[in-house]
């Protein structure tokens, strides 16, 4: 069995039923942040596949796509996490709650 058997017959299902398995998450997530994870996820599973059909056909610059969707998802990821601490610090100061920031300007 050669490298591209062990690539095409056994890596690329594993990674299409997790890829499945994580959608099945991303679906049925019950908070915002499960699925921001599963999404990021799913995005890593992809730019993977992405790499070893990159290696299977023996086209580099499917590996140029796979990077850029890489830092996409990441850039994605970034600014979802900050918009998810920043709606959970609005709904701590509607509540009444200590802003947090207050706390480190004492120090």
Known sequence: MS?????????LPVMCLSALLVFVRFVIGPSIADRVVALDLLIIIGTGIISIYSIITNQPTFLDIAMIFALIAFLGTTAMSY?????????KLKAGHVNMYEEEEEL
């Open 3 to 11: 490298l591209y058997d062990f690539l095409y017959y056994i890596i």
């Open 83 to 91: 918009y998810i601490k920043k709606a959970h610090e609005r709904k």
